[in-house]
Nanobody, 128 residues
Framework: QLQLVEYGGGLVQPGGSLRLSCVVSGFSLDYYAIGWFRQAPGKEHEGVSCISSSGVSINYADFVKGRFTISRDNAKNTVYLQMNSLKSEDTAVYYC?????????????????????WGQGTQVTVSS
């Protein structure tokens, strides 16, 4: 059974950093692209970043470019999201989602409507 679990959320001051991990089980990460999404209170889900199964193709939302970095270690069945220079507007529940590579579209990988299978999310709060 495909399962994704996010770790690493917490409370951080503006300008600080966090690293989120998405640990998958029940399937081989080799065949799946992964996306990170978030949902702030009262807002819709939005795409943050995505990475192809090989790690070659990567995309970021404009509002995180230069601050967030996505990476993956297929041997560890884990995808990471390094978040630096955090802002209060980054406060949200962060989710990872897996989509089988055969159905993954790089140009639409930040669209939460076609994200695939989701984890349960981890809370990130940026506040002083």
């Amino acid at each position: 059974q495909l399962q994704l679990v996010e770790y690493g959320g917490g409370l951080v001051q503006p300008g600080g950093s966090l690293r989120l991990s998405c640990v998958v089980s029940g399937f081989s990460l080799d065949y799946y692209a992964i996306g990170w999404f978030r949902q702030a209170p009262g807002k819709e889900h939005e795409g943050v970043s995505c990475i192809s199964s090989s790690g070659v193709s990567i995309n970021y939302a404009d509002f995180v470019k230069g601050r967030f970095t996505i990476s993956r270690d297929n041997a560890k069945n884990t995808v990471y999201l390094q978040m630096n220079s955090l802002k209060s507007e980054d406060t949200a529940v962060y989710y990872c989602a897996a989509r089988r590579s055969a159905y993954w579209d790089f140009h639409r990988c930040l669209d939460p409507r076609i994200a695939g299978s989701w984890g349960q999310g981890t809370q990130v709060t940026v506040s002083s």
